[in-house]
């Protein structure tokens, strides 16, 4: 019986789910938050102690990947942070006016220490958790104290258990996150096969490939934090250490060389009209990408990896393809053609490699890592975020935009309060709960959360309803509830209103145990609260301080046009001049990844705003397709400039790289709103290059008017037009990148 694709997918989707980090972070989760509780019900505590596990629950949530000190420290300070704001609240929580005015201070301070990156946000973010938690406390003063003191043990019960984990398997999140980016990178060259279809249209398919881009730019960013910032690990002596710093070596260039098959998809689509060579590329492709996908559940599960042929023999039947269809259809008019797919194919051939590799080092023998110290200069590529409280003061302006979320998260606590304290609602503080999880500082991100925490809440209260009308067995609920948990907590980042459905599940089946008659007005409440809290939210998020992503992108696209030239120039000189220092190349090359991504994030929720607070959004999507063609385009060339500048070196390069240099410069002008325009500039550079070449082609018809078909002429041929082509396409595109940017230039904001 054959599997459907569809069928194999949902398997691969279930083994990436199970093996991979977000589970893992679900299950200690719900480990670290219920063991507690349980070990409390069993000795008749719970009541009394409830604080404990909520303490846990909370630091929980603070521990995000990353290198351990950064962890450890995190939850030591949220760990801190949670124990004072307790107190506090705790002994003011009886004068509402004094707490309006704690509620509304605390959450933009604790919103503005966000400054300082996404885990001193989630510390700041949960302490105002902490604090709305508090505030529905009925105890007397006398127990709060000890409730604080619950909530610290809680938190630190947490953190040891977390730390302990580390310890008896502290390249397991590694292994996950690498995985992870290899079955992107399988997902990235899944979607650009269809580049090889009949009739397809390249901007959708673009369109597809740049938020997989984004994510598998995020990927590399942290295992770049969990490999290089944790001190002393590219010192590690262990052969597992060093073999996990070659395998996202590889993971980075494979990556790259995924992008280097770029070609001019139309030209070719036109050259082969009939599909049949085309649809033999298709195949062999969506091949790679499963073999991919497959070695990234390999490593993110920690086995090692079997050994596969069937890549290897595609590959050779491909060939043989080739060379039957080039036997039957090569002609001057279909030469450049066959010169393209002759590359795409070597292309193949070095993932094909790269693949082998990594199975290799699946086993994480002492042999296949010895070389890792000689390959990194790993602090270059890291990014720090220093502590300075100049950056505070800097930021403390409207023309911060995490000043202004902050100012907008204090008003809306103390908007939320308020309608708490007017109208009787029996927890309402999950009106403030519901603010504080929504609002974010960009527009498109608080719509999006709010929609799916209102889906999300209600879905969750009708399946507890039904769950709770149909079963009556206290061991099977008990059950639902810590898979619920397990759900909510697994798919925060990833699923969120599925993540909002589980917890809202366990939220009310632990309401059902401790006051099973409550349950009906329990999640009336909780839904009516959610969805004031939604309101309040998006109001806030429209008219409140908003940062519009249209005010913000000319900085992203200033920030690109700088990357581009400097890659570029990183590339090129080795065709003519010299060959750059690795480490700059690399360096180059991530600083592009990095602005392309932003500005095609940015784009993405630009596209979710208002349409009067956006401006011609179809000239800014076709400018980040254009500059994710163009880096494609110069991450082919740089990969030919180790494989093929010193055999093709020449001084004709050397006007091109001056000509494509010009483009990027005008760009730069353009992208700054400067004086000038985006004019024509002269392609005189190419003139030398394209007389050899025409010279070449010339020869090489007449050898296969003769019928020679192995010479020096093809070879040279060969390698010179594939290097010209790239150079050739980096212009063109760069030309048209300078026109949108002519267009852009009213009416973008400089």
Known sequence: MLRTISDFN??????????????TKGLRITVGALLPALLLYYYNWLSFAIALPLGALMVSLTDSPGPIHHRRNGMLVSNALNFTIAIIIGYTHHFPWVLAVELTVFSFFLSFIGIYGSRANSVGLIAIIVMVLNID?????????????FILAGGVWYMLLSLFLYTLRPYRLIQQALGESVMLTASYLKTKSRLYQSGVVDDEVYKELLPLQIRIHQQQEQLRELLFAARGFTRESTAKGRVLIMMFIDSIDLFEQVMTSQQNYKALRAYFKDDRIMGVFRRLIVEVADDLEKMGLVIQSGLPSRESRTLYQLIGETEQEFEMYKNEYL?????EGFISLRHILNSIKDIDERINRMRAYTTYSSESGYSAHQEVDARKFVSRQEFDPKLLAENFSFQSNIFRHSLRIGICVLVGFIIGQLFPFGHSYWILLTII?????????????????????????????AVLYFVQNNSILFGLMVLSMIVGYSFLQIQYSLSVAGITLFVL???HFMHPVDFRSLATDRVIDTAIGSVISFIAALFVFPRWEQEQVPEYIRKLMKA???YFNSVASAFYG???QMAEYKMARKETYVALANLSDAFQRLLSEPRNKTSQPELLHQLVVSNHMLSSHIATLGTYSRSLATRYHSDAFKPVARSIVSQMQQGIQLAENASGS??????KGFSRIRDIIQQLVTQRVAELEEGTDQSDVRKTLSGLKTITDQFDLVYTITRDINHILGKMKSSVPG
């Open 578 to 580: 010299f060959t750059p």
């Open 137 to 149: 406390v009925h105890h007397e003063q006398d127990r709060v104290m000890a409730d604080a003191l």
């Open 509 to 511: 089946f632990s309401f």
């Open 437 to 465: 999880t929504i609002l974010k500082p960009a527009y498109s991100i608080s719509k999006k959360r709010n929609i799916e925490r209102l889906s999300g809440t209600i879905a969750g209260a009708v399946i507890a309803f």
């Open 10 to 23: 949902y398997l691969n989707e279930f083994k990436k789910f199970v093996t991979g980090q977000y589970l």
């Open 564 to 566: 581009n030239l400097k």
């Open 678 to 683: 985006a004019g024509e500039i002269s392609e």
């Open 331 to 335: 002609n001057a008019t279909t030469l």
